[in-house]
């Protein structure tokens, strides 16, 4: 399968844990985003890489939010401290150049007790 | 914040019958498009239609987008069970702007 990849699919961690998680695009694709969604809306925009340079990262949620994407290929998003409102669905999605189309991986779903 | 707003927040109909959804957004628009999740599911592309276009199909599905209202309908003909799922509208903009999604119309198809 070719499509987005991440990992973990679930994750379950106590208030004040670091979580990492990990995204691998389509190969051909530079552009990767990641979003979150809570239930009931759609996905909320929050930084977005073209290669490696990151490019919007203004709207990560806060200061304990960071991503990176060290060759251009995967992607890491890592919420240190977590809080009980961190809670929801981390989904990924990746493009070739235009952000037309976005391919989106089946998502992470964090859950923060 | 999310820019689209999708109408109605959810619709329930008989296999065989259409669905149509709409969305409205706030700015102009480099192109609009729909998304598809089935319940825990990552997002999937239906169509996408640009700002200079009114009308695109794809199979059962048909896309609509008046710009001078900013909105946009999906209509999906002969419904299946398989296609209960939320529908999101998403708008695209110039440069490198990211899209923004609606909160989306759940759809439930009866068999």
């Known amino acids: 399968d070719t499509g987005v990849s991440q990992d973990p699919r679930h994750k379950i961690t106590k208030r004040g844990q670091n979580v990492t998680f990990r995204c691998d695009p389509i190969?051909?694709?530079?552009?990767l985003y990641w979003y979150r969604q809570t239930l009931g809306q759609g996905p909320e925009f929050l930084t977005y890489f073209q290669n490696e340079a990151q490019l919007e990262k203004s709207r990560l949620l806060s200061d304990r939010f960071s991503a990176e994407r060290p060759k251009g290929s995967f992607s890491t998003l890592e919420i240190q401290r977590t809080e009980q409102g961190d809670s929801a669905m981390y989904l990924c999605?990746?493009?070739?150049?235009?952000?037309?189309?976005?391919?989106f991986g089946p998502g992470t779903r964090l859950t923060v007790l | 914040s999310q820019q689209g707003e999708e109408d109605p927040q959810a619709l329930s109909i008989q296999e065989g019958e259409n669905a149509t959804m709409n969305c409205s957004y706030k700015t102009s628009i480099n192109n609009l498009q729909w998304y598809r999740q089935n319940s825990g599911r990552g997002l999937v592309h239906l169509i996408l239609?640009?700002?200079?276009?009114r009308e695109k199909h794809s199979g059962r599905l048909r896309v609509t987008l008046d710009t001078s209202k900013k909105s946009s309908s999906l209509l999906i003909t002969a419904s299946r069970a398989a296609d209960t799922a939320s529908y999101f509208c998403a708008t695209g903009h110039s440069g490198n702007t990211p899209l923004v999604f609606g909160k989306g119309t759940r759809l439930s198809v009866i068999a």
């Open positions: 999605a990746s493009s070739f150049e235009s952000p037309d189309t976005q391919y």
């Open positions: 190969s051909e694709h530079n552009r």
């Open positions: 239609i640009r700002s200079n276009e």
